[in-house]
Antibody
Framework: QVHLEGSGPGLVKPSETLSLTCTVS????????WSWIRQSPGTGLEWIGY???????KYNPALMSRVTISVDTSKNQFSLRLNSVTAGDTAVYYC?????????WGQGMQVTVSS | EIVLTQSPATLSVSPGERVTLSCGAS???????LAWYQQKPGLAPRLLIY???IRDTGIPDRFSGSGSGTDFALTISRLEPEDFAVYSC?????????FGQGTKVEI
């Protein structure tokens, strides 16, 4: 079981870019898939996308035009960038291990979009 | 996308009772790629079941998953006090992966 620690700003202004990083410890980021999921009271859990350690990605079509997930194997980290955010992107953001179902989750990061 | 509909939205029960939570899919999951998660307030979801019926490591055997096609269920044979939580189903058969809206199990 690996430990995932998310980090990033908790407040982002409308139209700006949300950037979060997940650091994996207790295991290698290699040879596995890694995902981002978010949760808001109004829409429940929403899959954002995943990345394989080689850099292959899949994204939710609803967010595809605005989202980028990247990986840095040298730092055992993967990251999320979401452009042009609105109030609708306010949510708790989770990083997780797995590309289908999710064994291990980060602690969750509350991100609020507000000016 | 595949819509997952969970019922009931809230279930009021007592410790020791047996409960069954339902999850219906808008399209057939031919490979039974369905998972169940438990979530307590302020915490991340915890994987209970994957492949519709396979318990994750360390999950007590009072939790069981069943179903195929479009109808799936999570059964807790005897509710323990720590089982009061929100339970969500999740399909990972077809992109975009989707989650149900959750069933809250409360006292």
């Amino acid at each position: 079981q690996v430990h995932l620690e998310g980090s990033g700003p908790g407040l982002v202004k409308p139209s700006e870019t949300l950037s979060l990083t997940c650091t994996v410890s207790g295991g290698s980021i290699s040879n596995s898939y890694w995902s981002w999921i978010r949760q808001s009271p109004g829409t429940g859990l929403e899959w954002i996308g995943y990345i394989y350690y080689t850099g292959t990605t899949k994204y939710n079509p609803a967010l595809m035009s605005r989202v980028t997930i990247s990986v840095d194997t040298s730092k055992n980290q993967f990251s999320l960038r979401l452009n042009s955010v609105t109030a609708g992107d306010t949510a708790v953001y989770y990083c997780a291990k797995g590309g289908s179902y999710y064994w291990d989750w980060g602690q969750g990061m509350q991100v609020t979009v507000s000016s | 996308e595949i819509v997952l509909t969970q019922s009931p939205a809230t279930l009021s029960v007592s410790p020791g009772e047996r409960v069954t939570l339902s999850c219906g899919a808008s399209q057939t999951l031919s490979s039974s790629y369905l998972a169940w998660y438990q979530q307590k307030p302020g915490l991340a979801p915890r994987l209970l079941i994957y492949g519709a019926s396979i318990r994750d490591t360390g999950i007590p055997d009072r939790f069981s998953g069943s179903g195929s096609g479009t109808d799936f269920a999570l059964t807790i044979s005897r509710l323990e006090p720590e089982d009061f939580a929100v339970y969500s189903c999740h399909q990972y058969e077809r992109l975009p992966y989707t989650f149900g809206q959750g069933t809250k199990v409360e006292i």
